[in-house]
C-alpha cells in the first residue's frame, strides 16, 4: 500500500527566505507526482506535476524535482512571500489512484 | 485545464439528516472522483464515478452512506446519508481531463459540519 509522508507537518520562515518542502513515498511505481496548495478550509490548487519519466518541472517561483527510484520529492521556492501561505499537499498517482500526503503548513512572516 | 464548480460551500447539518453536493464541470471528463478530508488529516478516495454505471467504493466506503449519481459527463452529485459529528469533513470533487497528463483538479470543497 502506498503511503505519502510530508515532514515537518509546519513550517515559519521569514519573507525572502528560499525554502525546500520534502515529500516522500513508499512505492516507486508511481505514474506521476504532484504538487498542490490549498489554502484554510477551500480546495486544491495544482501547482505542478511531474511524470514519472521526469526529473523536474518549473513554474514561476516554484521548482519540483522527483527522485523516483529512492521515493522522494522537493518542493523549492524561491523568494517566499506572505501570499505563499498556505498547506502544500504531494500526492503520487499509482493504479489510477491518488495518494496524498498530510501536507505542509506553511507560514511566511512578513 | 477544467474549472470545477461545487455547491454548497458549506453546511451546517442536524444529525441524522442527508445533504447532497453538485459538482458540475466545464468541460466533459470520463471520470469523477470524490474524496472526503477530516479535519487535520490528508485527502481520503471515497470513490470513483463513471457515467453510466455505479459508482466504485474505496475501502471503507459503502453506497447506502454515500450514494452518487452520474447523469452526464459533466455533473455528479455525492449525498451524506444519515449523518453524525464524526461526517465532519471537506467534501471535494476532482477531475482529470483529456490532454493534461491526468492532471488532477479540484473543486473548491463543500464544507461540512453536522452538529
Known amino acids: 500500500k502506498q503511503e505519502v509522508t510530508q515532514i515537518p507537518a509546519a513550517l515559519s520562515v521569514p519573507e525572502g527566505e528560499n525554502l525546500v518542502l520534502n515529500c516522500s513515498f513508499t512505492?516507486?511505481?508511481?505514474?506521476?507526482l504532484q504538487w498542490f496548495r490549498q489554502d484554510p478550509g477551500k480546495g486544491l490548487t495544482s501547482l505542478l506535476l511531474?511524470?514519472?519519466?521526469?526529473r523536474e518541472q518549473t513554474s514561476g517561483r516554484l521548482n519540483a524535482s522527483l527522485d523516483k527510484s529512492s521515493g522522494r520529492s522537493t518542493l523549492y521556492i524561491a523568494a517566499s512571500q506572505p501570499g505563499d501561505s498556505a498547506t502544500y499537499l504531494c500526492a503520487v498517482k499509482a493504479n489510477s489512484k491518488l495518494t496524498f500526503g498530510k501536507g505542509i503548513t506553511l507560514s511566511v512572516r512578513p | 485545464s477544467a474549472v470545477i464548480s461545487q455547491k454548497p460551500s458549506r453546511d451546517i447539518c442536524q444529525r441524522g439528516t442527508s445533504l447532497t453536493i453538485q459538482c458540475q464541470v466545464d468541460?466533459?471528463?470520463?471520470?469523477m472522483f470524490w474524496y472526503r478530508q477530516q479535519p487535520g488529516q490528508s485527502l481520503t478516495l471515497i470513490a470513483t464515478?463513471?457515467?453510466?454505471?455505479?459508482?466504485?467504493?474505496e475501502s471503507g466506503f459503502v453506497i447506502d452512506k454515500f450514494p452518487i449519481s452520474r447523469p452526464n459527463l459533466t455533473f455528479s452529485t455525492l449525498t451524506v446519508s444519515n449523518m453524525s459529528p464524526e461526517d465532519s469533513s471537506i467534501y471535494l470533487c476532482s477531475v482529470e481531463p483529456k490532454g493534461t497528463n491526468r492532471n488532477a483538479f479540484f473543486g473548491q470543497g463543500t464544507r461540512l459540519t453536522v452538529v
Open positions: 511531474i511524470q514519472s519519466s521526469q
Open positions: 468541460s466533459q471528463v470520463t471520470m
Open positions: 464515478a463513471n457515467q453510466g454505471s455505479e459508482a466504485t467504493y
Open positions: 512505492d516507486s511505481a508511481i505514474y506521476n
